[in-house]
C-alpha cells in the first residue's frame, strides 16, 4: 500500500518558520514531479511549490522569496521550508506526488493527509 506522510506542520508566530516534511512509502517503482498544496478555509485548494525528478521548481506567487521547495530523491521525500510566515499562510497543507508503481502502469497522482499550518500571534 502506497502511502504519503506529512510531517512538520504547527502553530508559529508571524515571521516565523516551519519545515514540511513529505515521504512516499510502499511499492514504487518510479516518483516523478513532487509539490505542495493549501487550502484555507473557505476557498479551493491552490498550488503552493512543485518539484520536479530533476530538480525544476514552481512556486505561487504569493510564496516565492519565502517558500523553498526541496526533495531527497533517495528517500522519495518531499520538503518546504517556509519562512517569513504570513498570517494568510494559514491553510491546510497536502503533498501529491505522481507516482508509478509498476513497470508499464500509468502514473498517477497520491495525496498525503494534510497537516495544519497556522501563523497567528
Known amino acids: 500500500q502506497v502511502q504519503l506522510v506529512e510531517s512538520g506542520g504547527g502553530l508559529v508566530q508571524p515571521g516565523g518558520s516551519l519545515r514540511l516534511s513529505c515521504a512516499a512509502s510502499?511499492?514504487?517503482?518510479?516518483?516523478?514531479?513532487m509539490g505542495w498544496y493549501r487550502q484555507a478555509p473557505g476557498k479551493q485548494r491552490e498550488l503552493v511549490a512543485a518539484?520536479?525528478?530533476?530538480?525544476?521548481?514552481n512556486y505561487a506567487d504569493s510564496v516565492k522569496g519565502r517558500f523553498t521547495i526541496s526533495r531527497d530523491n533517495a528517500k522519495n521525500t518531499v520538503y518546504l521550508q517556509m519562512n517569513s510566515l504570513k498570517p494568510e499562510d494559514t491553510a491546510v497543507y497536502y503533498c501529491?506526488?505522481?507516482?508509478?508503481?509498476?513497470?508499464?502502469?500509468?502514473?498517477?497522482?497520491?495525496w498525503g493527509q494534510g497537516t495544519q499550518v497556522t501563523v497567528s500571534s
Open positions: 501529491k506526488a505522481v507516482l508509478r508503481l509498476r513497470v508499464g502502469d500509468l502514473a498517477y497522482d497520491y
Open positions: 510502499g511499492s514504487i517503482f518510479s516518483v516523478y514531479a
Open positions: 518539484i520536479t525528478s530533476g530538480g525544476s521548481t
